[in-house]
């Protein structure tokens, strides 16, 4: 089975905090995705990678940036949190192809900003 | 943009009956996945189920089955003998299948299930 991990369950930082929340799979996946999950407004991607060291943007980047260093890795960045990124942070990773696609989620980091 | 929309909020259900949750979908593409996806109250998102938009045969999984209408551009999930585990949120998801989406997908608002014994 496709195993995606997230580093925390829950997480309480202080405004101004600098943020790191990490992500790995365990099956060789190209795509590695970041979403934010508010309520009512579902999951809006954040940033995503096609490949080590590459990113792509989503729709909601302001505020955050992404790393991968490695193929199983990646990383999001909160440089300066704000009370308006609390939220819920989901990972997730999926292999690339034409079709079939199947996005592997993480569980979960709950995020609070104070 | 490809948009998704679900005007659920939320559903309720008793157990053993049938509910169905809805879905509309807005693209100007012709190749893409539709899927349902549950997010039980421990957070782990999984895969329920997949449409391919070629194929004209509803996709089923057992007590999962959808409806798609390709020219409403509509996607509903039909669960059947409601359980209890079937509680959750409920997303629904395009991708577009054409071009250079790198997995991308798309999801709506989410749904909640209940379900009542």
């Known amino acids: 089975d496709v195993k995606v991990t997230q580093s925390s369950r829950y997480l309480v930082k202080r405004t101004g905090e600098k943020v790191f929340l990490e992500c790995v799979q365990d099956?060789?996946?190209?795509?590695m995705f970041w979403y934010r999950q508010d309520p009512g407004l579902g999951l809006r991607l954040i940033y995503f990678s096609y490949d080590v060291k590459m990113k792509e943007k989503g729709d909601i980047p302001e505020g955050y940036s992404v790393s991968r260093e490695k193929k199983e890795r990646f990383s999001l960045i909160l440089e300066s949190a704000s009370t308006n990124q609390t939220s819920m942070y989901l990972c997730?990773?999926?292999?690339?192809?034409?079709?079939?696609?199947?996005?592997?989620f993480g569980p979960g980091t709950r995020l609070t900003v104070t | 943009a490809q948009t998704v929309t679900q005007s659920q909020p939320e559903m309720s259900v008793q157990e053993a009956e049938t509910v169905t949750l809805s879905c509309t979908y807005d693209t100007s593409e012709s190749d893409y996945y539709l899927f349902w996806y549950k997010q039980p109250p421990s957070r782990q998102m999984i895969l329920v189920i997949r449409?391919?938009?070629?194929?004209?045969q509803n996709a089923t999984e057992n007590r999962f089955s959808v409806n798609f209408q390709k020219a409403a551009k509509s996607f509903s999930l039909k669960i059947s003998d409601s359980q209890l585990g079937d509680a959750a949120m409920y997303f629904c998801?395009?991708?577009?299948?054409?071009?250079?989406?790198?997995?991308?997908?798309?999801f709506g608002q989410g749904t909640i299930l209940t379900v009542h014994p």
């Open positions: 997730a990773s999926s292999l690339f192809s034409s079709g079939g696609v199947e996005q592997y």
């Open positions: 998801a395009y991708y577009n299948a054409g071009g250079t989406s790198y997995g991308k997908l798309t």
């Open positions: 449409q391919e938009a070629y194929k004209q």
């Open positions: 099956m060789d996946h190209e795509n």
